[in-house]
């Protein structure tokens, strides 16, 4: 299980997101008709797949809100993804590779929907070992919300 913490703070109040997945070849993947079945596996590009499991997302522990994986958080973690897929395909060992993201763990005090982008990078970055590409974050105290530039 590779899980990355993603951290953003630049002023009282910050973003904190934590992802969890694996990697894996698609080729290979032991639940291959299980993946074919699930209609959340989305091709990224040639030869580089993810799957969002959420059966494997089960909450645990007494606070359930703190633990999730929404549809509407996809395609923000398909964008991220997409940006770096590139530096996924040039380190990774398989030809095709299935990355299997299982779970996410926010507060929504904590939170903004762009943050999944970078931290999406940042987890494939550390899941590939490459070096992620700078992600350039401004504060907007006027509308209390980060600006990303992607």
């Known amino acids: ?10 002023t009282s109040w910050g973003i904190a997101i934590n992802i969890y997945g694996n990697v894996f070849d698609y080729d290979r993947y032991n639940s291959k008709v299980y993946v074919m079945e699930n209609n959340h ?17 089960r909450n645990v522990g007494p606070n359930h809100s703190y633990n999730q994986m929404q549809v509407d958080d996809y395609s923000y973690m398909i964008e991220g993804l997409l940006k770096v897929s590139g530096k996924i395909k040039e380190n990774t060992e398989y ?56």
């Not at 299980?1 to 630049?10: A, D, F, G, T």
Request: glycine letters at 4%; proline letters at 1%.
């Open 1 to 10: 299980m590779i899980v990355h913490k993603y951290r953003l703070c630049k």
């Open 41 to 57: 596996l989305t091709k990224i590009c040639e030869g580089l797949y993810v799957l969002f499991d959420k059966e494997q997302n």
């Open 95 to 150: 030809q095709n590779t299935l990355i299997v993201i299982t779970r996410l763990e926010f507060s929504l005090c904590d939170f903004q929907e762009e943050g999944l982008i970078a931290g999406m990078m940042e987890w494939a970055a550390k899941a590939f070992d490459f070096t992620c590409p700078h992600i350039e974050v401004k504060y907007q105290k006027d509308i209390n919300k980060y600006l990303y530039e992607l």
